[in-house]
C-alpha cells in the first residue's frame, strides 16, 4: 500500500521507498535555525576547518506576517486588544522571534504546550499560574519512572522545565504509552503523557493544555470568555 504522510508525521520513521514531493519549491528554514555549511569535499583534511555556521533568521511565512503587520499596526494602540502568543515551544523560541523582529512584540507568551505564561512586556512568569499543577505532580518521580523505561532518551535543556518532563522514544505501540502512563498514575501522580510523531513523549500535569492556559489567563485578566 501507499501511506501520505506530511513531512512532520515521518519524523523517526522508516519506509522501503520515500517519494518526496513539492522540492521544486523552496523551502526555506524555520527561523532560529542554524546550519552548518560545507565548501565541498574534495580535501577531507580540511573539511571541518573550513566549514561554517548559518543562522536562518528568514520567518517561514513572510507574507502572513506582513499582513499581520499592516492589520495591527492600522489600529489605534489605545484600542489595540491584547495580542497573546500560544505556543507549544518554549518561551525562549518565541522571545528569539521576537527580538530578532520577526514577530510583532505580544502582551503575553503561553508556551510550553500550555505549561507557562509570561508577561512579554517585562518577560516575567506568571508563577501563579503554575500554583494549580503542584497537587499530583512531582516532576523528581516522573524522572524516575519515565527514566527507567527501555529506549527513552531526555530531550536537551532547552525543551525541558519543572512542569514538563520531554523524552525522545521512537517507534512504540499505543500499548506502551498506556502502560507507562499507568505505571506514573499508579506511583500517585496526575499526568497527561503526549506521544507525538512517533519519536516525541512529554509528561505534563493533568488540565495543562494550551486551552485551558488561555482560560486561565482570561480569568486572570478579568477578560470573559465571550468578549
Not at 520513521?13 to 526555506?28: A, I, T, Y
Not at 523560541?93 to 503575553?108: F, H, K, S
Not at 517585562?122 to 527501555?150: K, M
Not at 535543556?157 to 523524552?167: G, N, Q, T, V
Request: with cysteine; proline share 7%; charged share 25%.
Amino acid at each position: 500500500g501507499i501511506e501520505i504522510v506530511t513531512w512532520h508525521a515521518s519524523k523517526g520513521r522508516e519506509w522501503p521507498v520515500v517519494v518526496v514531493c513539492g522540492l521544486d519549491h523552496k523551502l526555506d528554514p524555520r527561523a532560529g535555525t542554524f546550519s552548518t555549511k560545507f565548501p565541498g569535499f574534495d580535501d577531507l583534511d580540511h573539511v571541518i576547518e573550513e566549514a561554517t555556521l548559518a543562522y536562518a533568521p528568514d520567518f517561514a511565512a513572510p507574507e502572513a506576517t506582513a499582513r499581520f503587520r499592516l492589520l495591527w499596526g492600522r489600529i489605534p494602540v489605545s484600542h489595540r486588544p491584547l495580542l497573546v502568543y500560544n505556543s507549544g515551544r518554549m518561551t525562549a523560541d518565541v522571545r528569539q522571534l521576537v527580538d530578532d523582529g520577526l514577530l510583532t512584540a505580544p502582551d503575553y507568551v503561553i508556551s510550553g504546550v500550555g505549561t507557562e505564561i509570561f508577561d512579554a512586556r517585562s518577560w516575567d512568569a506568571l508563577t501563579e499560574f503554575n500554583d494549580q499543577f503542584r497537587d499530583g505532580w512531582d516532576l523528581s518521580l516522573v524522572e524516575t519512572i519515565v527514566g527507567a523505561h527501555p529506549g527513552v532518551e531526555r530531550q536537551p535543556p532547552d525543551f525541558l522545565h519543572p512542569y514538563k518532563s520531554s523524552w525522545f522514544l521512537h517507534r512504540v505501540t499505543p500499548e506502551v504509552i498506556g502502560e507507562l502512563k499507568a505505571k506514573l498514575l499508579d506511583a500517585g501522580l496526575i499526568v497527561n503523557v503526549i506521544y507525538s510523531s512517533q519519536r516525541d513523549l512529554d509528561v505534563l500535569p493533568a488540565g495543562a493544555n494550551k486551552g485551558n492556559a488561555l482560560a486561565w489567563l482570561c480569568e486572570h485578566l478579568r477578560i470573559p470568555l465571550t468578549q
